[in-house]
Every structure is written in structure tokens, then in C-alpha cells.
């Protein structure tokens, strides 16, 4: 059975530009999370779905984040405009959910802004 | 702030011998308790999840919780080049949301 799957694995950019971050969840897992992880922060949970919601998007750093589960095999998180702070990895992972909370995680993909 | 407390380490551990990663956790009331693995430039990978009070072995690998002290370790036996890793403590408080420790750098010396 396949993972979860993010795409682009890497995302060179410039300041200013926006970039849009893709993830598959794993068939069947109803619960969908983002994180960025840094040297200086670690794992930080930026938002999370369930059944294709928006339940938690306490941890967006601000407006230019943005994230969208139109259905429940596909989401995004849409940095708008993009900054060098934001250079980060940022992982997807699912969950089954539904008092299965073990999450699985995407490769992540690598993000630079220059 | 519910918080997550590791030993950020590096922990080094010779070949064949049994690593002890701990972990301690602010909230008393937290049921659910996960230990990942990430690799350098990889993405954490799920190891061993513990609901119950007392140990879970799987494989080499064995976690113990203790909920009257709000602490939970990771044991692993016959420690492997392989284990060479970053662990990462994980406790769920009260949704489904995940809040990680900043994690245990683990070198197994052969």
C-alpha cells in the first residue's frame, strides 16, 4: 500500500513568489496533518483536517499560509508571498483517525526562498 | 502550554548494548504516547505507539509508560549501527493533535 505522498520533494524559490505544497494521504485516513520542521524549532504542527475539515490552524505562523483539503485523497498549504524564513521541510502525514491516532508521514518536501 | 521534555542529547550507546531514551510530559491527563525514528534528512517513522500503563516490546524494541510519573521510555536491545537515529517523543493531549518532543540524537559506536 502506498504512503503518503507530497510533491515537490524540493522548491527553490524567490522572496515574494508563491509556492504551493501537495500531499496524498494514505487511502482510508480520514485525519490529515502539516508540519514544518526547523534546526531552531524542530516539529511544529501547522494545521490539521478530519473527514476534509479544517479542525486546528492554530499553529498557520500567519496570512500568508493557507491550506485546502478540497477532497479526502488530496490537500495543499499555499505559502503566499513566500519569505526566506519560511525555508523549512514540511511534512504531511495521516492518521486513520477516529480513536486510531497513529500518524503516518510523507518524504516531506524541502523548501528554500532566497 | 502542554509541553514534551527530551534529552536532546547526542546519547552514545556501544554495539550490542541497550539504549534508554526518556521522555516526560506536562499533562496527566494524556492517553496516548508515540515514539518516532527520523534519520538524517528523512522523515520520522513511526516505531512504537503505547496506550496502557507498563511496557509493549516489539522486537528489540520496548516501551514503558508510567502515567503516575508522566514518563515514557523507549529500550532497545542488542543496539545495531542502524539505530543511529534522532528519537522523537510524541504525546497526544486531548484532540488528535501530536505534540513532539525536540527529540534524542542517538549514536550506536561499533
Known amino acids: 500500500d502506498a504512503g503518503v505522498i507530497q510533491s515537490p520533494r524540493h522548491e527553490v524559490t524567490e522572496m515574494g513568489q508563491e509556492v504551493t505544497l501537495r500531499c496524498k494521504p494514505i487511502?482510508?485516513?480520514?485525519?490529515l496533518f502539516w508540519y514544518r520542521q526547523t534546526m531552531m524549532r524542530g516539529l511544529e504542527l501547522l494545521i490539521y483536517?478530519?473527514?476534509?475539515?479544517?479542525?486546528?490552524d492554530s499553529g498557520m505562523p500567519e496570512d500568508r499560509f493557507s491550506a485546502k483539503m478540497p477532497n479526502a485523497s488530496f490537500s495543499t498549504l499555499k505559502i503566499q508571498p513566500s519569505e526566506p524564513r519560511d525555508s523549512a521541510v514540511y511534512f504531511c502525514?495521516?492518521?486513520?483517525?477516529?480513536?486510531?491516532?497513529?500518524?503516518?508521514f510523507g518524504p516531506g518536501t524541502r523548501l528554500t526562498v532566497t | 502550554q502542554k509541553e514534551v521534555e527530551q534529552n536532546s542529547g547526542p546519547l552514545s550507546v556501544p554495539e550490542g548494548a541497550i539504549a534508554s531514551l526518556n521522555c516526560t510530559y506536562s499533562d496527566r491527563g494524556s492517553q496516548s504516547f508515540f515514539w518516532y525514528r527520523q534519520y538524517s534528512g528523512k522523515s520520522p517513522e513511526l516505531i512504537m505507539f503505547i496506550y496502557s500503563n507498563g511496557d509493549k516490546e516489539d522486537g528489540r524494541f520496548t516501551a514503558q509508560l508510567n502515567k503516575a510519573s508522566q514518563y515514557v521510555s523507549l529500550l532497545i536491545r542488542d543496539s545495531q549501527p542502524s539505530d543511529s537515529a534522532t528519537y522523537l517523543c510524541a504525546v497526544i493531549f486531548g484532540n488528535e493533535k501530536l505534540t513532539f518532543g525536540t527529540g534524542t540524537r542517538l549514536t550506536i559506536i561499533p
Open positions: 502525514a495521516s492518521s486513520p483517525g477516529t480513536a486510531v491516532y497513529e500518524q503516518y
Open positions: 487511502s482510508g485516513h480520514n485525519s
Open positions: 483536517f478530519n473527514n476534509n475539515v479544517p479542525i486546528d
